[in-house]
């Protein structure tokens, strides 16, 4: 099962992990003493290094690389980015001690070090640095630039960027976009980021309403744009989330376990290990079946999406790219009133190889494909929120897909 599979993984990442002490907070997963692991000989085998970045001005902070002895992924963390969203950059400073067991974990805890300390969301100069990373051009600030640079120069395959909001997502995203991970296309980032929000949902939220949910990233050209995680995926092609707790009304400990655990989830499989026996996971198909049984027994979860996503191939380098472009242009969710008509536009999707030949919708997360045609109108129901799903295949019949949320809270 994915959530023991998860915990089993997340008693070695707490008791070889979380080196800080005194902060406070508890590790991931809990006091985990007795596990058996010498965390003495993991220490040593692990490779430790910092450096600075923008070294010698008022924004300069510090990059934290940990490179295990087994060769794996490159993860990227970055806090700090708004300096007002405590919870994402204290747990980032936890992560910078994380004792990995494969691959290189790279963090920027304070990406924001002005505003970190000044605990606005914004640095001195007013710019909003998660709007700086324009997909295709360089970043815009010296700032975003030098945080881009290390990115680049790791060669992340997968980024994670841990922020804060005084709403949930679940409810009105107008309100904010607290509890939920915003993630990549394709069927991995899906997939990791729907284990991870149901791994930190089960183990660390009492309330049914602060349940984590999954969402995909705003298109390009659409807004918010500028982020760094769209940045990652869209040109460097990696994993990338955007990981969103509420900030109100939570006590910062807790949020800081959710950040922990979130993140935990997330690298799971880039940085952590299976147990040596297990290089072939038996219980991946159980996994599937069970999680199929729970979709279908909570079809309103709100995870129509990503289930939808899931028939996406991204193992196929030549698929296609799904675009969905709503009219009026908002981002990943459209909040629309009861009868109001939104047309979805999927011209811009695009070929990798060969041309494109079929565009088919899904309207509720069914898997049944049965509307076609570039554009799309949609009518909002009374019925909150309701996912639709955008297939585009080849004429070699590979597919890729988009999601859309339309929500009429
Ligand atoms: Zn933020």
Redesign the pocket.
Known sequence: MQREKLSRRTVLAAATGCAVAGTGVATVGGALDDDGIDAETAEDALSRDSFSIRAGTDQETTVYVTTAPIDGPTAVVVGG??GN?VA?YEAAREIADWRIDAGTCVTIPEANAIAVEQGT?SGDDWTDL?RQFPEGEPPRTALAEAIWDVIVEYDADVVVDL???TGIYAGDPVDGVGQAIFHSGGSNAVETARASAEYATENYVDDPGLAFETGPFSGPNTEPSGLLVHKAARDLDADAYLV?TLSSGVDLETRIRWHLAITEGLLDDALFEDEPDNGHDPDVDEDAEEKDEASEEAPDDGNGADDANDDSDDGDEDAPIAEIRPEPETGAELTLEPGQTVTLDATCSRPRAGDLVDFEWDVGGTGEFDEAGETFDVTAGDNGRETVTLRVADDAGRTGTASITLSTD
Do not use: A
């Open positions: 980015i708004h969203e994402g969301r998660n922020h804060e909001s969103e």
